[in-house]
């Protein structure tokens, strides 16, 4: 079993075809295997499953760098089977992974959704009884669902999510021993995670205003955001927007 983790990967976005469709009861189906998304399509589609438009089946229609999920979101996604492309949060993630494909500029946006909804399912798992997880993984699974769908919220940090999840913060912060990186540690890497895909969507458009893209994404003042930015990037981010976006490649 690979092992996802809050660090940069390239993660790889495949569509296959199963023309038997025997695998999943015929049905579309997404796998997680570390850093790796494939979406099955049966031979024989219906309706209500996607279709594959602009990529062909079997082929490799994404390569993005991002942050990947943390090593309990991985585990929950890779032991749980396959994902439902048919309905609920899976219907809604399918489209997407095939939108990847298309010529856009914002590709790295996409693969960041879809790393959220992923993020939302294993959230679910974590919590059905159809789906063996220990406490620690539920944890550290239910935290990292909040964290995205808050991470604009000035107020989020460790304390807030414990609090949210009515657990001491000692058995939350317990819960990342394993990953890569603490919870305190993955809020403020998918924050510039967030900056850097703002400085890079429109380059050159508009004045660029620091002080205020830090404070977007829960920075308390210009020179710390400017510090963090230029420590995990290398470079500042008034430079940054002027910088290729090689990082995103297919």
Same mark, same amino acid.
Not at 128 to 138: G, K, L, N
């Given at each position: 079993?690979t092992k ?13 075809s199963?023309?038997?469709g ?8 997404i ?12 031979g #024989? /589609?219906?309706a209500?499953?996607?279709?594959p =438009?602009?990529a $062909?089946?079997?082929?490799?229609v *994404?390569?993005?760098?991002? +942050?990947w ?20 949060l ?18 790295r946006r ?6 959220g ?37 000035p ?10 999840? #009515? /657990? ?6 317990d =819960?990342?021993? $394993?990953?890569?990186?603490?919870? *305190?540690e993955?809020?403020? +890497?998918l924050?510039l995670?967030?900056a850097?895909?703002d ?5 050159g458009?508009?004045p ?8 977007r ?5 210009r ?14 981010p008034?430079l940054?927007r ?5 990082a995103?490649?297919?």
């Amino acid at each position: 079993m690979t092992k996802g983790g809050l660090v940069t990967e390239t993660v790889e976005i495949v569509v296959e075809s199963d023309v038997e469709g025997s695998r999943d009861g015929g049905r579309a189906s997404i796998r997680v295997r570390g850093a790796r998304v494939t979406l099955r399509v049966p031979g #024989s /589609v219906s309706a209500s499953a996607p279709e594959p =438009a602009s990529a $062909s089946a079997g082929s490799t229609v *994404a390569r993005v760098e991002l +942050l990947w999920l943390t090593p309990a979101e991985t585990e929950v996604l890779e032991h749980g089977g396959a994902i439902d492309a048919t309905q609920g949060l899976g219907a809604v993630l399918a489209p997407l992974l095939i939108r990847l494909g298309g010529a856009q500029d914002d590709r790295r946006r996409l693969a960041i959704m879809a790393r959220g909804l992923l993020s939302a399912i294993a959230a679910e798992r974590a919590v059905s009884e159809d789906h063996d997880v220990t406490a620690r993984q539920r944890l550290a699974v239910l935290a990292m669902q909040l964290v995205h769908s808050q991470l604009e919220d000035p107020g989020l940090s460790s304390a807030s999510i414990a609090q949210q999840l #009515s /657990v001491p913060l000692r058995t939350l912060q317990d =819960a990342f021993r $394993s990953s890569p990186a603490s919870l *305190a540690e993955s809020i403020r +890497l998918l924050r510039l995670e967030r900056a850097w895909l703002d400085l890079h969507s429109s380059p050159g458009e508009f004045p660029l205003d620091v002080s205020a893209l830090g404070a977007r994404w829960g920075f308390r003042g210009r020179d710390h955001f400017v510090r963090a930015f230029e420590r995990h990037y290398g470079v500042r981010p008034e430079l940054a927007r002027d910088a290729s976006q090689s990082a995103v490649r297919v």
